[in-house]
């Protein structure tokens, strides 16, 4: 089946430096990928939208010059934590669309933790 | 604003039982309903989905029924095993496929 890599899986930082996430679709292209926040026991919540050759499109409420994000192929997208503090530390979670099954199924990534120290 | 209501919070069922997860919603234009697992510290994996022309849909022993005159779906999970314990995600998107997920399941199977 479709594979949605992220790396790193896990990662520590020290408050005020940027981390860099990428999301890798590994065997079909995804025009559209999604980026997700998950705290402790709690549902995913959409970040941001990100577009393949365009900027990408944030939820309200989120900061997007604290979370950047970056489409630049279509099987490669990179969230980067920018300026991190202890309270950006959370499961990163990305998602694609592949457009080329039928009905348009979306897969997840493994998810990468981000510990801001 | 919660756009999709999942319920209950957490389940328990004996090996070998049924587990059943329902989640429901508002918004009309929703049309595409997948449900997610997730174990601990993993990515969520979609398990089954369904669209709103299909009143149900099997996969092994996973099952969503899709009532969309009620705007409601659910999950069955027949003959429930250990491994099946997880948290299980509802989750909606239209046209545009951001997901809205429910606030997830629990599900602990007994041996």
């Known amino acids: 089946g479709a594979v949605v890599s992220q790396h790193p899986s896990r990662v520590i930082c020290k408050s005020g430096t940027s981390v860099k996430i990428e999301c890798r679709s590994l065997d079909f292209q995804a025009t559209t990928m999604f980026w997700y926040r998950q705290f402790p026991k709690k549902s995913l919540m959409l970040m941001a939208t990100?577009?393949?050759?365009?900027?990408?499109?944030?939820e309200q409420g989120v900061e997007k010059d604290k979370f950047l994000i970056n489409h630049a192929s279509l099987t490669l997208s990179t969230l980067t934590v920018t300026s991190a503090h202890p309270e950006d530390s959370s499961f990163y979670i990305c998602?694609?669309?592949?457009?080329?099954?039928?009905?348009?199924?979306?897969?997840f990534g493994e998810g990468s933790w981000l510990t801001v120290v | 604003q919660q756009q999709v209501k999942q319920s209950p919070q957490s389940l328990i069922v004996q090996k070998g039982g049924i587990s059943i997860i329902n989640c429901a919603y508002e918004n009309t234009a929703f049309d595409y309903f997948p449900w997610y697992q997730q174990f601990p510290g993993k990515g969520p994996a979609l398990l089954i989905a369904?669209?709103?022309?299909?009143s149900e849909k099997k996969e092994g022993r996973f099952t969503i029924s899709f009532n969309k005159s009620a705007k409601q779906f659910s999950l069955h999970i027949m003959d429930s095993q250990p491994g099946d314990s997880a948290t299980y995600f509802c989750a909606a998107s239209r046209g545009d496929y951001k997901l809205s997920f429910g606030a997830g399941t629990t599900v602990t199977v007994r041996a």
């Open positions: 998602s694609a669309r592949d457009s080329g099954q039928a009905g348009n199924t979306i897969y």
């Open positions: 990100s577009n393949e050759g365009s900027k990408a499109t944030y």
């Open positions: 369904i669209r709103p022309d299909v």
